[in-house]
């Protein structure tokens, strides 16, 4: 699938509100007018950046211009290995905000991209649904992007609006606008378009295909990613892990051969250069993933959710203080920021986004149960039943808890009388606290299926066979990267602290002569300590990146038990490896 950047982006309205005071200082007081990139400018339109692009551009430059130049004159002016160390970790975040500024825009837009294409299966989808029941491509549009959520339902609602009063149904120009980046997806939309004009005998038969074509493009682009992917981690395993870690065994060696191994050499190539390099080649990785299933967002709003991070935040100051004293009590001094940080964060991380996976774990069952009340559901409406005779006599042949929401909102209809949209979706509803888009498509289906009558059968029965399909492409696509992805995340919280740890407890046991005296635990340990940590972030959002897409609570939750898992390991390695040596 190309990355070329789509001309659909240009679709989103630019918010340039007046940017923040300091902001605008920063870029008042800048010499120099910078010149923003065509691409940089779509991505902030994509993800409706407040300040205009011009001025996010500028004020990340001339903050690191301020910050690069600030830390040179301290380095210059005041001597020591400290105040070197904090000169160049100051350089390091100075630098570190232009190139966040100047390029990870652009990569959060893509993060976005790549999330909007998942849905192009569905979306597709409820086309076809569409021009089934009414025969017109304007009709089709209307219904998908009314029933669809997201981005790209968005921009087809925008195509369809900007084609009313003309004979064009919008359809032509969402899939030209999408050509680059998801060719499937024009041949698709175009199959739907073609079919609303075809004869009434052969129109079955072209939305079939371009149902399939969809699914089919989706399934090839997901396998070759797969393909291309394995270079690049390994190749970012052998680097990022190995590498690193094999270089910290060999420093005793080399202080010994009369290498200077001091301590801003240390700091600056394993506390910023090291972890700098994994963040760009992490970033490349997950930019070439063609498209992404993320599971269902769920809002803070959320009934099992806690709206404060208070809680959190105090579990974690807790945790953190515990990991601070256990670190020192049982490794040595050094030993107590590794643990307070990683027991700090990853338990405050857990605690905040577990409830999260809970109510996601919830929904994903749930949306597991849809094919086959549907599938239910339209072979009833064939044979001539209702709607709402058909949903009691499908909770039979519905696994849990799918069952029991279908049952919810039948006795709710019965009781109120009211539509089978609100029973499902209505304050109240059965499907009210579950955010999800495919339960929410499925019962405005049913809805409108109820509205239709017997004539509608194939279509729900249609939608559930493609939501079974979906989710054999997503059972696939996980499978061939999951070779790739067990790797990092066992790297990220076993194996790498392991070789870590022996490695610190190994160069500590052959510390004892004066040769050795550049290389002490005391900080050797911190420092390979840190970069452990490093890797249980970068490798877990890699790794849960390539195997589900880039969504903040899953990589969170994931990030926070890898944290514990991590500095745990690492720690026990050290006192393990110093008992056996």
Known sequence: MSHVRSSDDCCDDANTESAAPLTAALVGSCPITVEVPADYQRACR?????????????ASYAVAVCGSLLA??????????????????FLALSLGVAALGRYGVPFAAEAKRIRTLGAAPSLVTTLVLGATLWPSAERAAAFAGRTGNGLLATRLEHHRQRAAGTPRSGLATFATAWRDRFPALERAVGLVENATAAPVEERSEILERARRCILDGTRDEMAAFAASIRGPATALYAFGVLLPLAMASLLPAAAAAGVPVTAPALVGTYGIVMPGALVVACCWLLGRRPVAFPPATIPRSHPDVPASPLPSAVVGIAAGIGGWLLAGALVASWASPIGALGAGVGSALVSYYRPIAGVRDHVTDIESGLPDVLSAVGRRLDRGQSVEAALIEAVDETPEPTSTVIEAAAARQERLGTSIKGAF??????????????????AILLDTAATIGPPAGESVTTMGEHLESLRAIERETRRDLSQITETLSNTA?????LIGGATVALAGSMGGGE?????????????????????????????TGLHRGLDRALVGYRTGLT???????????????GLLV
């Open 46 to 58: 994509l993800l409706s950046v407040s300040a205009p692009p011009a001025t996010l551009l500028t």
């Open 72 to 89: 040179l004159l301290v380095a210059v002016l005041v001597t020591g290995p400290m105040v070197t160390t904090v000169s160049l970790g």
């Open 425 to 442: 979706l209505g304050p109240g509803g059965a499907l009210a606290a579950v955010p999800s888009h495919r339960t929410r498509r499925a």
């Open 493 to 497: 919280a076993l194996f790498g602290p």
């Open 515 to 543: 040769q050795f005296a550049t290389v002490p635990s005391a900080l050797l340990g911190p420092v390979i300590g840190w970069y452990v940590l490093v890797l249980a972030v970068l490798l877990t959002t890699v790794s």
């Open 563 to 577: 944290l514990l898992s991590a500095s745990a390991t690492f720690l026990v390695a050290v006192v393990a490896t």
